[in-house]
């Protein structure tokens, strides 16, 4: 037996001897037992608490990521008809009360017409951009013209 085995073995056996001198002491042994026994009982009961928690925090956070994964792909939406087209453009783009009774705006089969006079080109720009970012939009004809200037005809 080696130096180093012999010193693990005594100290070992005065562990040992330790524990159970303070587990059998006649006075207090009894005491230190059962508050030893509650201690590891506890530890238990709040580790399988922890378990659980983790468990149902992971499978509610799989879950919601399950959910999300399915509903990535939009649902495909009827076409709106053409008043309420109409009606959804007139929402978006005359939100400006200076030109809600200087553009006229219609839909024809998904087709939007923006007929009126605006005071600046990019007046024009970002009329038509706004009407072609709602969905249901096929196409816009852009009438809009500047003041002194013809109104166009067609597109």
């Not at 002491?25 to 005491?31: C, E, I, M, V, Y």
């Not at 037992?33 to 506890?42: E, S």
């Not at 080109?121 to 009329?127: A, D, G, M, N, V």
């Not at 706004?130 to 816009?140: D, L």
Request: charged share 20%.
């Amino acid at each position: 037996m080696t130096l180093r085995r012999a010193i693990a073995c005594i100290l070992l056996a005065g562990s040992v001897g330790a524990g159970l001198m303070y587990f059998l002491d006649p006075k207090s042994g009894n005491r230190r037992r059962k508050m030893t026994v509650q201690q590891v009982l506890g530890a238990f009961h709040h580790s399988r608490a922890r378990l659980v928690h983790t468990v149902r925090s992971n499978s509610a956070r799989l879950y919601g990521l399950w959910q999300h994964l399915t509903h990535l792909k939009p649902t495909a939406r009827p076409t709106p008809n053409d008043e309420t087209l109409t009606q959804r453009v007139r929402s978006r783009v005359l939100r400006d009360p200076h030109l809600k009774h200087r553009i006229n705006i219609n839909s024809e089969y998904g087709v939007v017409f923006l007929r009126g006079e605006v005071d600046h080109p990019e007046q024009i720009r970002h009329l038509e951009k706004e009407a072609r970012g709602i969905p249901g939009v096929q196409g816009v004809h852009n009438l809009l013209h500047l003041p002194n200037t013809p109104a166009p005809m067609s597109i």
